[in-house]
């Protein structure tokens, strides 16, 4: 502390009335108990009963180089009590933070060779998922009255839950969204034994069944089908028996066209030996076709029995030779 200063003052300013007039008379220490003249009126008044006027005032101290103090006026106080204005743009921090959320896409690129498992949707999905959250981001980096920790926080949260949605996504089976798709469906279908008009087979499908055209062209096969409706990706249970053309060699040709027809229609994912639960020794082929929408599924059963080709199909959103429908489905195909 400079010794050239000397030790501050309070000073206590008082106040009394007058008798006469009731005008205030500023009131000295040294004053209380004698008699004062009031300016306004002229009489004189007792200094007695003093109330305070004004809080205490403290002097500044002297100091060696001169300073003017001055109370501020009602706009500095009024400006000084403002909060700070946050319309500045975001720092670089904030701006590599709302562009995090592109490593996702960069990271489900390399996820198969990572994991070694392909993912159920195509590099469209985890792309649009980081354009919402960069711009979910963007409008973080700019919110009012947030200061730049709070901003990291949420950018950081909303990193962390876009990186635990996109790895749902990348593991997600078609098995459950199969099993999500059943839950929520209206209501469930009615199954009941089907019998054509001249017996040749039976087997349960979901009603009402209906006639329906050859499901393979330029065979004439008499076909029946079930279609789900007022569903967006509908269930599908196509069954058809026929004779075979003249000249047929072997139930291995009957496989053959069954194949070239799926094919035609989407891609073909498996091929397998099947037998006939009606006779173990009755050979069967089942293929698994994925249809170009990219989410159903066709599981066709070709049988040969006697002098007849049986074509049995099941068509569903991802669905497998193990879904539950369409086990109950060619499970209970017999031939009589």
């Known amino acids: 502390m400079d010794s050239c200063q000397e030790p501050r003052r309070v000073i206590m300013i008082d106040r009394i009335r007058c008798e006469q007039c009731q005008a205030w008379l500023p009131v000295e220490p040294e004053d209380l108990g004698s008699w004062l003249i009031c300016p306004a009126c002229g009489l004189q008044t007792k200094a007695e009963g003093v109330t305070r006027r004004l809080p205490p005032v403290v002097m500044p101290r002297q100091s060696s180089s001169p300073r003017v103090d001055a109370w501020p006026d009602a706009e500095s106080v009024a400006i000084a009590a403002e909060p700070l204005s946050d319309s500045e743009s975001p720092t670089p921090t904030l701006l590599g933070l709302v562009l995090l959320p592109w490593l996702i896409p960069l990271l489900w690129f390399f996820g198969p060779l990572l994991t070694g498992q392909e993912p159920l949707f195509t590099l469209a999905a985890p792309t649009a998922l980081a354009v919402g959250l960069s711009g979910l981001g963007l409008g973080i980096s700019y919110a009012a009255n947030w200061s730049p920790i709070t901003r990291i926080k949420a950018l950081l949260a909303l990193f962390l839950l876009g990186c635990l949605t996109a790895g749902f996504l990348y593991f997600l089976k078609k098995e459950w969204l199969e099993a999500m798709r059943k839950a929520v469906r209206r209501a469930p279908a009615e199954w009941r034994l089907f019998i054509p008009p001249g017996g040749e087979y039976r087997v349960r499908m979901p009603v009402p069944v209906r006639p329906t055209s050859t499901p393979i062209a330029d065979w004439p096969l008499t076909a029946y089908r079930f279609v789900e409706p007022n569903v967006g990706a509908p269930d599908v ?100």
Do not use: C, M
């Open 237 to 336: 249970f196509v069954v058809a028996h026929g004779d075979p053309p003249a000249g047929l060699p072997r139930p291995d040709a009957w496989f053959q066209v069954v194949k070239s027809h799926a094919e035609k229609a989407g891609q073909l994912h498996a091929e397998r030996e099947v037998v006939g639960r009606w006779n173990p020794e009755q050979p069967g082929r089942e293929f698994e076709i994925n249809l170009p929408d990219g989410v159903t599924n066709r599981i066709i059963r070709a049988y040969v029995a006697g002098s007849r080709v049986f074509y049995l199909a099941a068509e569903g959103p991802f669905w497998r030779p193990d879904t539950p429908d369409v086990r109950e489905f060619f499970d209970s195909f017999q031939v009589p």
